[in-house]
């Protein structure tokens, strides 16, 4: 896959310099440091892990560092009973059903506010875009709730995904258009001499040199949308349109006792983004960031 | 690879300057995102202001109460305990996060094979939601089900989150736990930025490790601690999910910031004047954090703050 591109580079990926570095001292506090935390964020990963193929009765009994002697999978039958695949669905419909015009709509926007740098209307645009980024969704949540009661949407998957497109469309029209001002002034101009209008630009030229940026934007807000918690628990009320975060949380309230299962609704809910990660590791790494570090 | 190449030039490349051929208007491509975020972000946000002068139950109808709400909030002394909680988590995260990020960045900034292992192990934690990570530390904590009782160790024994300073610090704990990987990982970017040039300088001038963190390291990067450190302050102003989760803002009111304030008073309490209130307060302050930080990276060009 030819994903290492723009944004890869931008996060340090650079090209792996001489051993410059290695003739010096070692770096033994951040050494120590790098260690530790380590163990700090592998011992509860392993535990969750383990603890999630081991039975009720089995993990009061034994060590709880100690893998489980004979692994079951239990839990894990519990966990899917207790319609996750329906929560795994939402999380999916919500996640793709936002994110795809989430981005193409900044996409555009982003566009429009470069192609038209200078005019006072576009400029107003996007300072209000920019304000967005100082608007936290928690202080927006009561009237949100209510513009969602008035349009009839409560307790549906849609009264999710509006919100969400929302919230994602400021910082995606910020790294866009940080993205599509970088594209040489030559190639929208020979595009223009073509013939070409701004819609047929914007897909033909503008799309395929900013998509590096559009992955990151999608992936920055669609782990934000996967793992939202705030909205379902607000806007829906129902146990068929619970996402999978609420889902979990629901499951904790009900099998609290019964851990080797919680654990195991942890894992399960984490997988698919822990398979992604594994595909795309630096892709992924490049959206968690969205270009903080530019 | 081949994205970054632009693609071939057909055509004049070089036109004169006089050919004025009418644009095409582009502006109205902005109005599709531009509406769908007027009305879920912009109209709520005025929403919410208006919301705080009136008197709602969350479902019957809205009455016009003029500063009612406010009155009741401000008087309220769950107020200032909640602006009180908030500020304790925004300065702890602060003063947590930062030197230890700063610290995994450095380390992870290194070329070594064995660091990108690392480094692929460190960003677990990223990929979790805060439900998730907040049931597993609940889990793990639990007196008498964790890991404590488990492994008979008294001190991992206790009732984490029943004592009002052991559940500040689990809270404190697990927010570590899930951000550090974040601004590890701005921190690693910003550092392998740095011109190696620099540091082969300094060595030659015999500047030990120290000196280079802090004399070249540091003011290398610190537009990214700026960045860094506005992300960490106006985001833990808003943390709810965890704690939520974790303590429902408990015991008592410990760990009961001003978001969980205003989820409880409005969607539990159903007030949601006075929450509504609360919400304008956790606005305001956010502005009031947003702006003193961009005044203290004032030294920064524009152009870089636009980043952020």
């Keep these: ?294 | 690879m081949t994205a970054l190449a632009p693609p071939v030039v057909r055509g004049p490349t070089t036109t004169a300057g006089g050919a004025s051929v009418k644009r095409g208007a582009v502006t109205w491509m902005a109005l599709p995102a531009l509406a769908i975020y007027i009305v879920f972000a912009v109209v709520p946000l005025l929403g919410v202001l208006v919301l705080s002068f009136t008197t709602w139950d969350g479902i019957g109808s809205i009455q016009a109460s003029g500063l009612t709400s406010w009155r009741r909030v401000l008087t309220d002394p769950g107020l200032p305990h909640a602006l009180w909680v908030t500020f304790k988590i925004m300065a702890f995260t602060w003063l947590i996060q930062t030197p230890i990020s700063l610290l995994i960045g450095v380390f992870l900034a290194g070329h070594q094979r064995y660091r990108e292992f690392l480094a692929a192990l460190f960003f677990i934690p990223l990929l979790l939601s805060s439900a998730a990570i907040a049931i597993t530390y609940k889990a793990l904590l639990d007196p008498n089900f964790g890991l404590g009782p488990g492994l008979h160790l008294a001190f991992l024994t206790q009732d984490w989150l029943g004592s009002a300073q052991l559940a500040f610090a689990v809270v404190m704990f697990v927010v570590s736990w899930q951000f550090i990987p974040f601004h590890s990982l701005i921190y690693q970017g910003a550092i392998r930025q740095i011109p190696k040039s620099i540091y082969e300088a300094a060595m030659l001038d015999g500047a030990g490790r120290i000196r280079q963190f802090f004399s070249i390291t540091i003011p290398q990067i610190k537009y990214t601690i700026i960045v860094s450190s506005t992300l960490m302050i106006v985001g833990s102003l808003t943390f709810f999910d965890l704690i939520f989760v974790l303590t429902e803002g408990g015991p008592g009111d410990a760990t009961r910031n001003l978001a969980l304030d205003m989820y409880k008073t409005g969607f539990q309490a159903n007030l949601m004047g006075p929450a509504s209130a609360i919400a304008v307060i956790l606005v305001l302050v956010g502005l009031f954090l947003a702006l003193l930080l961009q005044r203290l990276g004032g030294s920064l060009s524009e152009s870089q703050l636009e980043g952020a």
């Excluded at chain 1, 380590?38 to 709880?64: A, C, E, H, M, R």
């Excluded at chain 1, 695949?85 to 996409?107: E, Q």
């Excluded at chain 1, 740098?117 to 967005?132: N, P, Q, V």
């Excluded at chain 1, 669609?222 to 996402?243: H, V």
Aim: proline share 7%; net charge positive; charged share 10%.
């Design chain 1, 1 to 294: 896959m030819a994903t290492l591109t723009t944004d890869a580079t931008r996060t340090g990926r650079a090209p792996r310099r001489r051993k410059v570095r290695s003739a010096s001292r070692p770096n033994w506090l951040g050494g120590l440091a790098g260690w530790l935390w380590l163990g700090i964020v592998i011992i509860p990963i392993y535990w969750i892990v383990i603890t999630s193929f081991k039975s009720q009765d089995t993990y009061f009994s034994g060590n709880p560092f100690a893998p489980p002697t004979s692994p079951t999978l239990e839990n894990y039958r519990l966990v899917v009973q207790s319609d996750f695949p329906r929560y795994f669905l939402n999380s999916v419909i919500v996640t793709i059903g936002a994110i795809v015009p989430a981005v193409a709509l900044s996409f555009m926007a982003a566009y429009a506010i470069v192609r038209s740098a200078g005019k006072w209307l576009t400029s107003g645009i996007s300072a209000l875009f920019l304000m967005g980024l100082a608007i936290p969704i928690q202080a927006v949540i009561i009237p949100v709730y209510l513009i969602i009661i008035k349009l009839g949407l409560y307790d549906s998957l849609m009264a999710l995904i509006l919100p969400s497109i929302a919230f994602a469309i400021p910082l995606s029209v910020l790294v866009l258009s940080n993205f599509i001002r970088d594209v040489p002034k030559e190639l929208f101009e020979s595009m223009r001499l073509d013939g070409a209008n701004e819609w047929r630009t914007l897909w033909s030229l503008a799309f395929p040199l900013t998509r590096p940026a559009l992955v990151t934007v999608a992936i920055y807000n669609g782990l934000a949308i996967w793992n939202g918690f705030l909205l379902p628990l607000i806007l829906t009320q129902s146990p068929d349109k619970r996402t999978l975060p609420l889902a979990l949380w629901t499951f904790q309230g009900q099998y609290s006792v019964n851990i080797p299962a919680v654990l195991a609704s942890v894992v399960l809910t984490t997988l698919p983004i822990l398979i992604l990660y594994v595909i795309g590791r630096r892709q992924l790494l490049s959206g968690l960031t969205a270009g903080f570090s530019k």
